[in-house]
């Protein structure tokens, strides 16, 4: 396998209790690394990994290391955009509704 930048996704390698790892999702890559919680990995701090949206690479900080699939700072706000365009049509709607049954 060629080298590459690993991309990350939290998986519970655990059988009695849960021991949560970081593992490379790629194929053929059978790298991954202990988290010290389910939500912290000291060792990846700071370690360039795949965004697991746009594929761009970026470096895993705090936030990124508590989401299953870590994405970069782009893409995590590009959802909460996302999300806020899709309330506001939802707002839309009901208002539609509201003026139907009026
Ligand atoms: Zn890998
Ligand atoms: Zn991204």
Known sequence: MS?????????DIGRD???????????GCTHYVFMKTKLSAPLLRGQIAECNRCEEQMILDRRALRMTEPCCA???KGKEEKQE?????????????QGLSK
């Open 3 to 11: 080298k590459h930048i690993h991309r990350y996704r939290r998986v």
């Open 17 to 27: 209790r849960s021991v949560w790892v970081m593992k490379c999702i790629k194929i």
């Open 74 to 76: 782009n893409c995590v």
């Open 85 to 97: 365009k899709l309330k506001s049509a939802e707002d839309f709607f009901k208002g539609l509704e």
